[in-house]
C-alpha cells in the first residue's frame, strides 16, 4: 500500500481510532465562545501511495481505485473530521487519478457533501 511514515499503521481502522482520539485530546475552548485552536489534518488524500516512477511525492500522480480509496484513503480522515471534530483540511502535493487535489472538482465535492464545512489550506507550493 505505500510508506505510512506519520501514521501508527498502515489498517484504516487503526488510523481512523488513532486521529479520533488524537483530534479530541486539543483543546479547543476555553470560556470564551470562540475557538482557541482548530486541528488542521495534513495531505489529504492518498499521501501514503509509493512514489511513482520515481517521481517526488509532490510530483506524484496517485492512481487509486475507488474500492482503495473507500476502504483505505477516505476512513482516517473522515473520522477525525467528523468524530474528532478537526475543523480543517490541507490537501495533498500530487495528483489523484491525474488530476492535481488542489483542483480536483470531485475530491471538493466529496470533502463539502460528505463532511460539511471545514477550513481547507493550501500549501505553500500546492
Not at 34 to 41: E, M, P, W
Not at 91 to 106: E, H, I, M, R
Request: net charge positive; hydrophobic share 35%.
Amino acid at each position: 500500500m505505500g510508506q505510512s511514515n506519520g501514521t501508527p499503521s498502515k489498517d484504516p481502522l487503526v488510523n481512523a481510532n488513532y486521529g479520533v482520539a488524537y483530534t479530541n485530546r486539543i483543546p479547543r475552548r476555553s470560556s470564551s465562545r470562540f475557538l482557541q485552536a482548530i486541528v488542521t489534518l495534513n495531505h489529504y488524500v492518498a499521501y501514503s501511495y509509493e512514489y511513482n516512477g520515481g517521481d517526488a511525492r509532490n510530483q506524484s500522480d496517485a492512481i487509486v481505485s475507488t474500492y482503495d480509496f473507500a476502504g483505505t484513503c477516505l476512513p482516517a480522515c473522515e473520522a477525525s473530521l467528523m468524530y474528532g471534530n478537526a475543523k480543517g483540511i490541507m490537501l495533498s502535493y500530487q495528483s489523484l487519478d491525474s488530476v492535481p487535489t488542489c483542483a480536483n472538482k470531485w475530491l471538493n465535492r466529496l470533502l463539502r457533501d460528505q463532511v460539511g464545512e471545514r477550513f481547507i489550506p493550501s500549501h505553500a507550493s500546492a
